[in-house]
């Protein structure tokens, strides 16, 4: 079985601009979450979607936005980018179910220049 | 506000050795808890998913233990491998400002040396 998949794996991106990463979930699993990883502030959540909805949502400030598509798929978009933002996106893909056991991609990097 | 602690940030040791890793909660109003390992540069690799009404989870040289009451699970390595190396992160599952979400301590990072 296929893991989560992200892409792209790394991007380079300037002040100001705007963003969009991509997360295929595993086959079966319907719930995507999303993760923002930094040095100094560790692993943060940011939102997670299930059935095309967003069902839960972490402390990011607007700029931060994504949605899910009817196949699962889920795409995160950050608008006008500040240095800030650079930092590792980590997406998760979990069957919606008691066990909420979350299965991680590899990521992508962001630099923001 | 759920937090998670784990202590040391970091462990250095020779191989062969068993090992605890520890982790902390604040709020034992907990769904899960959930053990993963990170590689350098890489994304999460699940270990473990104890939940809330479990007391531990076995996989190979790995147990995982949870007491609820006391804020507290562990991570036992046995017999430990130079492949063991990497950071280890406890997350619990918890509801927090009207959303369900997972927390995530700092990690701490293992060196096995051979």
């Known amino acids: 079985k296929a893991g989560v998949t992200q892409t792209p794996r790394y991007l380079i991106k300037t002040r100001g601009q705007q963003v969009t990463l991509s997360c295929s979930p595993i086959?079966?699993?319907?719930?995507v979450s999303w993760y923002q990883q930094t040095p100094g502030q560790g692993l943060q959540f940011l939102f997670e979607?299930?059935?095309?909805?967003?069902?839960n949502k972490g402390n990011f400030p607007g700029r931060f936005s994504g949605r899910q598509f009817s196949n699962s798929r889920s795409e995160m978009n950050v608008s006008t980018l500040e240095l800030g933002d650079s930092a590792l996106y980590l997406c998760a893909s979990s069957t919606w179910d008691s066990s909420y056991e979350q299965y991680f991609g590899p990521g992508t990097r962001l630099t923001v220049t | 506000k759920q937090e998670v602690t784990q202590i040391p940030a970091a462990l250095s040791v020779p191989e062969g050795e068993n090992l605890v890793l520890n982790c902390s909660f604040t709020?034992?109003?907990?769904?899960?808890l959930q053990w993963f390992r990170q590689d350098p540069g890489k994304g999460l690799t699940s270990l473990l998913l104890?939940?809330?009404?479990?007391r531990e989870q076995t996989s190979g040289r790995l147990n995982a233990s949870l007491d609820k009451s006391s804020g507290r699970s562990t991570l036992y390595i046995a017999a430990s491998q130079p492949g063991d190396s990497a950071t280890y992160l406890c997350a619990v599952r918890v509801t927090q400002g009207g959303s369900e979400k997972l927390v995530f301590g700092k990690g701490m990072k293992l060196t096995v040396n051979p």
């Open positions: 104890i939940q809330s009404s479990q």
């Open positions: 086959s079966g699993h319907r719930s």
């Open positions: 979607y299930f059935s095309e909805t967003q069902r």
């Open positions: 709020d034992s109003a907990i769904y899960n």
